[in-house]
Nanobody
Framework: VQLQASGGGSVQAGGSLRLSCAAS????????AAWFRQAPGKEREFVVV????????SFDESVKGRFTISRNSAKNTVDLQMNSLKPEDTAVYYC????????????????????WGQGTQVTVSS
């Protein structure tokens, strides 16, 4: 499956953005989907994972209550709604997919994902 991320941009703190990850070459509903982000000079870090087949969703503590993830089967996309954005959310955001499933509360390492989108820049100014 090939992934294409979009929707990044620049907003002020407290604002919102919606990222979308479109899949081609496969049904996204059959893949566990995740978002990671990478700030300048830092490693790529986990944001959220949504297991396939209506399974468990887990968020990093730093975004819990502000970010939500949703699937659109008709469009074959996984979307990340980001509210109450903070300057520390500034990063390149990557969507990823795998056929694996993860237990509740388990934070999957990026090496567990075989498929990656190209990344989209999110910049939050104070």
């Amino acid at each position: 499956v090939q992934l294409q991320a979009s929707g990044g941009g620049s907003v002020q703190a407290g604002g919102s953005l919606r990222l979308s990850c479109a899949a081609s070459g496969g049904r996204f509903s059959l893949y566990t989907a995740a978002w990671f982000r990478q700030a300048p000079g830092k490693e790529r870090e986990f944001v959220v994972v949504s297991n396939w087949a209506g399974g468990i969703t887990s968020f990093d503590e730093s975004v819990k209550g502000r970010f939500t993830i949703s699937r659109n089967s008709a469009k074959n996309t996984v979307d990340l709604q980001m509210n109450s954005l903070k300057p520390e959310d500034t990063a390149v955001y990557y969507c990823a997919a795998t056929r694996s499933r993860f237990s509740s509360g388990l934070i999957p390492h990026r090496d567990r994902f075989e498929h990656w989108g190209q990344g989209t820049q999110v910049t939050v100014s104070s």
